[in-house]
């Protein structure tokens, strides 16, 4: 996470990997912090897993930290309201992919 200053590159490689020998029908959505950190490194183990059933997203701007109570971590309901819409998306593309035929997906569901 944001607060690691190491790289976090092989930590998370095991974390997910473990969580995919727990799971491997599941499918995971790795969220980039909201300050942009480790953003390479996140992506990176997406890229190296080569598995579909991974992908991450960048959570850029989704966050203003002014809104927060210790200008870090967002927080209560206030908080929810801004960051739930554009995460729901994210996820409903992870869970309901389809080709929209121009290379861009589209939401289906069933």
Do not use: C, Q, R
């Amino acid at each position: 996470g944001t607060n690691d200053s190491s790289s976090i590159t092989a930590g998370l490689t095991t974390v997910v990997e473990a969580i995919i020998a727990a799971a491997p029908s599941s499918k995971h959505l790795l969220l980039v912090p909201f300050d942009g950190t480790h953003a390479s490194e996140i992506v990176a183990v997406v890229s190296g897993l080569g598995l579909p059933a991974v992908t991450s997203v960048s959570t850029t701007g989704w966050f203003d930290t002014a809104d927060s109570v210790d200008s870090v971590h967002p927080y209560n309901y206030a908080s929810v309201d801004f960051i739930a819409p554009l995460l729901i998306p994210e996820i409903t593309l992870v869970l309901y992919p389809t080709s929209g035929g121009s290379g861009e997906s589209s939401y289906e569901f069933s």
